[in-house]
């Protein structure tokens, strides 16, 4: 499997870029306690923090870039070779009892019927059904660090086992395309591999360790969002295109999930920030009056970027 298959390998459309890496920087050394992101995706950036010795907890609504954040945790590091070996063992077997491939052909669906049988059958062969629901706080993001792996794996190989188009833009996944797997334990097996090549190995086992909890939960749920330790540092997503789709842009990995696990990923699209801005409705002097005098600077900035049409595009409200 080539480590470009997976955005996990590297920054993908809507992760954090070096600019504001360098921004939140001194607010992270500034802070020692827990570090929070209530929108942190496959958390790219902020999971390395763990491996440095900090306490970090990402949360998001989309449980398929979540997933890939499991794959993060430095105690799955840590363990990685007694893990590798069982999980591959598991996929040894599996292997050995699958049919001769097929001809490639058409699919008209995310995850081909084929495919999804596949995927839930290792979903029960590894036990991982008594997880639960991915796509709502509970105990799926508490499962040991066998399950984690065993689950996380698919959604690692999603793009491989998927059937989608795409084009030069990244957010703009068609569901339909060719299917070239029919057997995905050996794929499984592949992306186990990179995983170790890539990732695994590229993370010294000497570092101080740090923790990384992920669990998936909607932002507007306060309640949920902040049941952590009390946080130092609260990171949210940067402003982005009021027409991104996150559940377009993660539909592999989002589409394979449901598969395993059943849930409807249209609950978790309708929950998405559809947009920004409603039109017509300009917001009251007195609510704008309420924003501190360096947001309302920040804001006048965004909308006055003609590099990128930040009025009619980008620019998240209508301050004047």
Request: a positive charge; aromatic letters at 8%; glycine letters at 6%.
């Amino acid at each position: 499997m080539r480590a470009t298959t997976s955005p996990y390998y590297s920054r993908n459309y809507g992760g954090l870029s070096q600019a504001q890496i360098n921004f939140l920087a001194p607010y992270i050394l500034r802070v020692h306690g827990p570090i929070l992101d209530p929108m942190g995706g496959q958390a790219h950036y902020l999971s390395q923090l763990a491996h440095c010795g900090r306490d970090v907890h990402i949360r998001d609504l989309n449980p398929g870039p979540l997933t890939l954040a499991l794959l993060r945790d430095p105690r799955l590091i840590d363990a990685a070779d007694t893990l590798t070996t069982w999980l591959a063992g598991e996929l040894a077997q599996l292997i050995a009892v699958r049919p001769t491939s097929k001809k490639a052909r058409y699919s008209e669906e995310w995850v081909p019927d084929t495919v999804r049988e596949q995927l839930q059958e290792y979903v029960g062969t590894l036990g991982l059904n008594r997880l639960g629901d991915p796509s709502v706080p509970g105990r799926f993001w508490r499962g040991n660090l066998r399950q984690r792996l065993a689950a996380a794996l698919p959604v690692l190989c999603a793009r491989e086992i998927a059937c989608y188009t795409a084009s030069d833009n990244l957010t703009w996944l068609k569901k339909g395309g060719l299917q070239t797997v029919f057997d995905i334990y050996p794929v499984l097996l592949g992306g186990l591999t990179e995983w170790n090549r890539q990732w695994v190995l590229t993370r010294s086992k000497a570092r101080p360790r740090g923790r990384l909890t992920v669990e998936c939960v909607d932002a507007e749920d306060d309640a949920a969002v902040l049941r952590t330790p009390r946080p130092s540092l609260i990171i949210t997503s940067p402003p982005y295109a009021n027409r991104l789709d996150y559940t377009r842009l993660w539909a592999p990995e989002l589409e394979v999930m449901a598969a395993m696990f059943g849930f409807d990923t249209m609950r978790i699209k309708n929950r998405q920030i559809g947009t920004n801005v409603v039109r017509g409705k300009v917001p009251s002097q007195d609510e704008i009056g309420l924003l501190p005098i360096d947001i309302k600077e920040a804001l006048l900035q965004i909308r006055n970027d003609e590099l990128y049409a930040s009025e009619t595009y980008y620019y998240p409200f209508c301050v004047t």
